[in-house]
Nanobody, 124 residues
């Protein structure tokens, strides 16, 4: 199983940008589709974006289309989430997750491994 560690979160003003990274420790990273989810206080965890094993296909929640970009570097065992034009409502803990069997799912239960999360706070 892949162990996933997120980084890159922090405090940013509205309109700013952050780049999240998720590093995987295993040797089968390219076998997994990868996803990003987020969870705001008092809310359920929700799908943000996903990327196919090769990186050739990407999937986004409607509320981040045009602002966020998911990418991956299989040589570095890392998936990224570039977040631009951030809004206060983007404030949440962001999690990366690995999906071995499917790809692009927005369902939490489709993902096998999860990172510990990284906090993103957007001030108004």
């Amino acid at each position: 199983q892949e162990q996933l560690v997120e980084s890159g979160g922090g405090l940013v003003q509205a309109g700013g940008s952050l780049r999240l990274s998720c590093a995987a420790s295993g040797r089968t990273f390219s076998s997994y589709c990868m996803g990003w989810f987020r969870q705001a206080p008092g809310k359920e965890r929700e799908f943000v974006a996903a990327i196919s094993r090769s990186g050739g296909s990407t999937y986004y929640a409607d509320f981040v289309k045009g602002r966020f970009t998911i990418s991956r570097d299989n040589a570095k065992n890392t998936v990224y989430l570039q977040m631009n034009s951030l809004k206060p409502e983007d404030t949440a803990v962001y999690y990366c997750a690995a999906d071995l069997l499917s790809c692009g799912s927005y369902r939490i239960y489709a993902y096998d491994n999860w990172g510990q999360g990284t906090q993103v706070t957007v001030s108004s």
